[in-house]
């Protein structure tokens, strides 16, 4: 329990002040945080940052706060926030990708099935560009891009997802669309015929 009535942090606090804050209080946050991250190193880090970022800004934060340790407590709390969203978004495009894979792996068994040898090696051809293109994309570009073209979210939706403007997914499908025409070259439009859904202007 943080005490309420702990004083204000003296705007001239020195390094042993601080280190008496730093010991009593560093335990308990990395506990708390590692109960959200479950990474016992990142919550040491993550806290550590805090207390840094505290003693930084001491002469400001002495003057605006009763409760230095439930300041700190605060900061701790929107990094394990920023931490657990980055991870949920990095965790999204690997999915995504998966999911991508074995759409890739039922469209190769079916021109396999139909034995159209020239689809096939188009078609690998093909993917190849699109996966380099992909895994040069910035992670926020390609999650919209998959998103939109291969889970058929609409621009509003990804926009609700990604806390983003609608503009901002329209701007980021078009300058994919723009370097994935540009790698295909030659190709574009027979891969337009056997991927419509990559190069539909809507």
């Not at 010991?23 to 016992?40: G, H, M, N, Q």
């Not at 020239?118 to 910035?138: C, G, S, Y």
């Amino acid at each position: 329990m943080l005490n309420s009535q702990r004083p204000k942090m003296p705007q001239k606090m020195d390094m042993q002040d601080f280190d008496r804050l730093y010991a009593e209080y560093k335990p308990r946050f990395v506990l708390i945080a590692c109960s959200y991250l479950r990474d016992r190193a990142l919550a040491e880090d993550l806290v550590t940052d805090c207390f840094m970022h505290c003693w930084e800004k001491r002469l400001e934060i002495g003057s605006t706060t009763d409760n230095v340790p439930a300041y700190i407590l605060g900061i701790v709390r929107h990094k394990c926030i920023d931490a657990l969203r980055e991870r949920q978004q990095h965790l999204q495009t690997h999915q995504q990708i998966y999911r991508l894979g074995l759409r890739n792996i039922r469209e190769n068994l079916a021109a396999l099935e139909e034995c159209d040898l020239a689809k096939i090696l188009f078609r690998t051809e093909v993917e190849e560009i699109f996966r380099n293109r992909l895994a040069e994309m910035p992670e926020l570009s390609a999650q919209i891009f998959m998103a939109n073209r291969f889970e058929g979210k609409t621009y509003q939706e990804i926009a609700n997802t990604h806390r983003i403007s609608v503009r901002k997914v329209t701007r980021e499908i078009q300058r994919c669309l723009r370097l994935l025409r540009d790698d295909l070259g030659d190709y574009l439009p027979l891969a337009v015929m056997l991927f419509p859904q990559l190069f539909d202007p809507s």
